[in-house]
C-alpha cells in the first residue's frame, strides 16, 4: 500500500484547530514516535534539559504506570476547577485536559498490550482505569472537574474498542461465572444504553464454558 503524502502545512493548520485534550494527546505521539536525539531539539526554548534527565522512580512496566496514574488521581493531581457561569460552563480545566490525554494514552499502550497477547497486564491496567472512571461518574473523590456536572461519557472514550479489547483478556483467566459477573457490571455501569450490543459483544469473546454460563444468566427464569 502507497503511504500517504501528508502535507506539513495542512497538518498545523488542522492541528491549530484540536481542543487541548487532543493536543496533548497528538504531543504524546510525537514523543514516542520521535528519535531520543530530537526530544531536546522538541523541548529547546521551553523546557530546560536539566530538568529531562532519566529518573529511576519513573514507572516503566505497564500495570506500574497504570497504577501509578490511578494514585495520582485519587490524591487529587489532576483536580483542577474554576467558577462556573452560563459562558464557561462547557469548558474544562487543564486538569480535566490533562487528565483526558492521560487515559488515552496509556489506553493505547494497554492496547499494544492486548495486541502482543499480554492478556494479565492489560486486564489489570483496564481495572484500574475502571475504577477511576466509575469514581468519576459516581463523584465519590476529587478526580477530575466537570463544570456541567458531567461523567466519564463526556470524555468520549470509544467503547466499541476499549469493551471488546478488555472482554478479550477477561476471557482469557476469568472462570465462567466470573466472567459473567464481571461483563455484566462494567456493561451496566458504563454503556447500559447499549446493554444488549455488548452482551453480545462479551458473547463472541468469551470461551465455550463462558458462553454457557452467559447464556443460562441471561435466560429467563
Known sequence: MPQLQISREKLRREIRKLDGASLFVMLDRAIDLMPEPLLARLAQGY??????????SEPAGLVESVQAFHDACLSGSYYEDFDV????CTQQSRGTQLWMAECR??????????????????CRSFELLFDLWRKVDHGTHDIIFIADDGGVWEVGFDWNEVLPAWFRCLASSADPDEYVDRTTDIIDTFVYGQRESYLRKAHAAATPSQQEAQNDFESPG
Open 85 to 88: 457561569n452560563w459562558r464557561n
Open 105 to 122: 494514552r496509556l489506553l493505547d499502550r494497554i492496547f499494544e498490550a492486548v495486541a502482543e497477547g499480554e492478556w494479565i497486564q492489560a
Open 47 to 56: 523546557i530546560s534539559p536539566s530538568r529531562l534527565g532519566p529518573d529511576d
